[in-house]
Structures are given as structure tokens and as C-alpha cells.
């Protein structure tokens, strides 16, 4: 059992080092992205989330990057979750900016790295929300295994719509 798992978990990876491997500097562009969805709790503490996915084939069964923001009114407040492909330095993180302009020259560390890839949470500042609701592209930029650096343009269309559904704002 122990042999299946690390087989299981040895592929994923070698799927997404290659993935990565690929061409340096390259902006991945062959790219699909899911539809919005929204999932909300239903108690008196409401939490709610929109959530989605990029995948690397049409049929959407290569999940490459997900991201997700969450609010629980009353409060105003919003986290960013980003899971991130396996597959990339870990020190080195994620950089992240919009429709071309990074936020920080350093990347963003990941959490934690779990098989469904690699964990980045954040609260958002409402500047930064601003910046999702107005920008056309969310820009990820890592490094891969052999020292590239892998670009990602993430399709935010419908986000400020889709938004509005889990807030008061």
C-alpha cells in the first residue's frame, strides 16, 4: 500500500516537473479555465468562498492552479488562497502581480505542500481586492526545478461578479 502510494505521488510529480520543464521563461498559454463557483454555509457565521481552476487539457482533468477567496460576514475580511503546482522551488515561492505589474519583487511562500499541490493563504487588504476586481489577468510567476521561471496568466473575467454574491460590498 505504502509502495502504491509513493508510486502515486512519484508520478505527480514527475508530471509537473516536466510540465515546468518544459521552456524557461515560458508563459504558459495553452491553458483552460473552469467557471466561477460559489459555495456558501449556511449559519449564522456565513461563510462563503469563490473558487477557480486552470487546467492543463480541455477536457479539465489537469488541475493546475487553483485559487479561492473567502469571506465570513459580518466581517469584511478577505483571504486569498492560492494552491500552487508541485513541481516548483519551494524557497523561492510565488511571485504575484496583476495584468503585468508584480506586487513585490520576492515571491510569496507557500504554507505547506500537500498532493493537491502547493499552499499559499493570505488576508487580502482592500486595495489589493480592488486590484482583483479591476485587473483582467492575476500574474504567477515560479521557478522551476532547473532554475526557470515559469509564467501564468490566470483569467480573473467575472470575478468582480461572482464576488459580489459572497459579500456586502
Partial sequence: ???????TIAIIILFQ???????QNKIISK???????????????KECNIERSVFTNQEMKNKLITIIMKTKLPS?????????????LIPSGVRIG????FMSKNGYSFNICRKIGCITSMMVKKE???????????????????????NI?????GFTKEFQKISKT
Avoid: H
Wanted: hydrophobic share 35%.
Fill in 1 to 7: 500500500m505504502k509502495i502504491k502510494a509513493f508510486i
Fill in 17 to 23: 516537473t516536466q510540465l515546468f520543464a518544459d521552456e
Fill in 31 to 45: 491553458l483552460y479555465s473552469s467557471e466561477w463557483t460559489v459555495n456558501c454555509s449556511s449559519e449564522n457565521n
Fill in 76 to 88: 469584511k475580511e478577505v483571504r486569498f488562497i492560492l494552491i500552487s503546482p508541485l513541481g516548483t
Fill in 98 to 101: 496583476f495584468d503585468g505589474k
Fill in 128 to 150: 489589493t481586492l480592488e486590484k482583483f476586481k479591476q485587473a483582467e489577468n492575476l500574474n504567477l510567476e515560479y521557478v522551476g526545478p532547473n532554475g526557470q521561471k515559469i
Fill in 153 to 157: 496568466d490566470f483569467p480573473l473575467d
